[in-house]
Structure formats: C-alpha cells, structure tokens
C-alpha cells in the first residue's frame, strides 16, 4: 500500500474522476492509483488568508512557504536568475542566506523545517524520504498540502536544473543563435517552412 492510502474512488472528485477516467480509456494512464493519491490536493478556491504567492496564486499552501521553497529549489540547482529574485515580502536577503542551513533560522515554522527538509532530500536524495518523513509531514500539514508540497517541490526541482543547464549569466557565445523562424514551431513545421522557402 502507498505511503499515503489513495482516495477511494467513489469519494474522487467528479471533475479529476472524469479526467482519469479520460486517461485510462485512451491509454495516457495505465494506473489510477497515483492519480487517487494526487486528487487529495483538488480543491476550487486558494485559501482566503491574504498570504498568496504570485507565481502560485491557488495553492494550499502559504505564499511565504511557497517563497521559501522556491529560493531554496533555486539554491539547490544553482539557478541564479531564481536564487536573486524575490517575490513575496519578507525574502530578504538575509532571510534567504540561513535558507543553506534552517537551523540557523529562528523565524522559522516548524512546517517551514519540514518543507525545506523535505525539498532538500526530495533534491539531493530522494531515496530517504520514508515513513518517518511522511509521519512528520501528517503532524503539520493536511494530507492535500502534502501531496501540493511533493508536486510544488518537485517541479521546482526540474526547473531551476534546467535554467542552470542554460547558463542564464554565461559569457561565452551562445550555442543556439536566435532565430524567429524556430519560435512556437515543431520540428516538422521547420523543415515544411524552409522547403517552402526554397522551392
């Protein structure tokens, strides 16, 4: 059985039962399972607590955690354009220079420690997140934060790798030179416009 007990069909969402269902039958999905898990984070409306991060306006969770996460995602896969920009009050830089270490943060929440806790191994080695990480996580977060955490941390993860991939600030000659023609475009598309071109 899953670390967290998927939703009982019956009680998934009409609209995320609808779109699994969707899935399954076209072969996108092949397990409903994961999806049962995700669906405990399907909710309509952000809370209305006036802690709403710009970048994820309907999340659960609070937009300075949110805040706190991303920096650090940042830091962990050295994307410097994210590591210096600040988008809720409160990320000073100050603030953000402890992120390396949170027990040198005495502002901290005790879910603001554990969602940094977790992003960090999520990031560096995801292998020890087990029953012990998820029990601690159930005694601060809602069983729908968790799995808005785990999704939220993990797609920071991906992207802040690939914008160090692209080395924003380098110096050095791009490798792939701007071209207009390559914009919103598939391969095919490209090929099909310069064989026009040249015909």
Known sequence: MPRIEPMPWDQVPAKEREMIEAGMKSGGFTDPLPLQIFA??????????????????RHLLPGRLLELLRIRSAQLGGCEPCMAS??????????????TDPSLRGDLSQRERLALEFIEMLATDHHQIGDDIYRRLAEHFTTA???????TCAHQ?????????????GDAPP??????????????????QRQAAEA
């Open 40 to 57: 405990y984070a399907a909710h309509d409306e952000a809370p209305d607590d006036g802690d709403r991060h710009p970048n994820f306006p």
């Open 86 to 99: 600040r988008k809720v009050p409160g990320a000073t830089s100050e603030a953000v220079a402890c992120l």
């Open 145 to 151: 934060e968790i799995i808005e955490l785990g999704l």
């Open 157 to 169: 993860i991906g992207t802040h790798r690939f914008l160090h991939t692209l080395d924003p600030y």
């Open 175 to 192: 490798v792939i030179c701007f071209d207009p023609a390559q914009a919103g475009v598939t391969w095919d598309q490209l090929q099909a």
